[in-house]
């Protein structure tokens, strides 16, 4: 193995990560501090507040993984960072400790692009996993399928045209009166609900092109609990699982027809997922056991990695370090940054 030390640090979102990587996948550190706690009460990402947030954890985490890994930040050959997409605020706080830190330390910077680091999330287990694949990146902020030809060279299929999938997940547990973030909620609660109890649409199902929507789907949901709740459902509470299986299936049904397709389109079989929407139970299901899924395999990251993490983004960097990748010095968030466009 090689001994080249890589850095990575993540802060896009909500969540501060540091990972410690040597050579191309071992973990020496990996720290996540989740400030899903502090954002819940106020119903969604506070971006001032999440700004503010990492700029108090990140480096009491970067010092907590060199001392985990045993290295000191003169030993790193690297450092990658996010530098977009995500809120301008997190972004920012990330890039400058990088920039500050590389100077301090002599090590060089580059600039990751946060979709670039989901789409390498299943590799960081699966040694197997080798490109072409295609990629469903589905997150908060996100819901895309991407060409992997090879290891720098993507194609975006398509994308959402409204709301991301963990968005309509979140809106739709506020619908439901639930906590955020909503798509964990409506996971554990659809377990004891039945998909078929009420028939959502499944946005987009049927069209040619690799696209989705899922803000109809939303709407579907809020006039069924308007319906209900004029009814006057039985002992006055909304049948919760049903609403959250069902809801759950059109979501995946949604992204499996269109992983189908590109599937179909491509002739390309190995499939990925990445992104917190990836953690959810029924799409995990779908993408390995399901009647489609028979044309594919499916390689899906652990749970805990399919959210926001800093080792998907230090393997992008040393991946595109050694592709030859570099960063300018002052090096700057962009908050839109696309990949395979
Ligand atoms: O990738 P991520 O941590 O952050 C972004 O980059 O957006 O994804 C967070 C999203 C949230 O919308 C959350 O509700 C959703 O992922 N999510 C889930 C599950 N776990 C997280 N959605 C459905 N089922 C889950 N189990
Ligand atoms: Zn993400």
Redesign the pocket.
């Known amino acids: 193995m090689s001994d080249f030390l890589t850095l990575g640090i993540e802060t ?2 909500d ?1 501060t990560g540091v990972a410690l990587l040597q050579g191309e996948r071992h973990i020496l550190a990996e720290l996540l501090s989740s400030q899903i706690r502090d954002h819940a009460r106020f119903g969604g990402v506070v971006p001032e507040f999440a700004a503010r947030k990492h700029l108090e954890n990140l480096l009491p985490l970067v010092e907590a993984a060199l001392r985990e890994g045993g290295v000191s930040g003169r030993d790193l050959d690297l450092i990658a960072v996010t530098c977009g997409p995500g809120l301008m605020g997190s972004l920012i706080v990330g890039v400058q400790a990088a920039r500050a830190l590389s100077q301090a330390w002599e090590v060089p910077v580059l600039g990751v692009n946060h979709l670039e680091g989901h789409l390498f999330a299943p590799m960081v287990d699966s040694e197997d996993l080798k490109p072409p694949f295609l990629s469903l990146i589905v ?4 819901t895309e399928i991407v060409r992997v030809d090879a290891l720098g060279s993507y194609e975006l299929l398509g994308q959402t045209r409204d709301d991301a999938a ?2 309509a ?2 809106k739709a547990a506020r619908i439901l009166g639930l906590p955020y ?4 909620e ?2 554990r609660l659809a377990q004891d609900g039945d998909p078929d109890a009420f028939a959502f649409p499944v946005p987009l199902q049927h069209t040619k092109q690799v696209e989705f929507s899922f803000s109809g789907l939303k709407t579907a949901l809020l006039w069924q609990v308007r319906r209900l709740e004029a009814l006057g459902t039985e002992g006055g509470e909304l049948p919760l699982a049903d609403l959250c299986a069902s809801f759950q299936s059109a979501v995946t049904r949604a992204l499996i027809a269109k992983v189908a397709l590109a599937v179909r389109t491509t002739g390309i079989r190995s499939v990925t997922a990445s ?3 990836a ?3 029924a799409l995990r299901r779908a993408l390995t056991e399901g009647t489609e899924a028979r044309s594919w395999r499916a390689w899906l990251p652990r749970i805990s990695r ?3 993490n800093a080792v998907m983004i230090a393997m992008a960097g040393k991946s595109g370090w050694d592709r030859g990748l570099r960063s300018p010095e002052d090096l700057s968030p962009d908050p839109s940054l696309e990949i395979g466009v």
């Open positions: 896009s979102c969540d997150s908060g902020g996100h963990g968005e997940y979140d973030p909503g798509g964990p409506i996971d992104g917190g929407v953690a959810n139970s399919c959210t926001d």
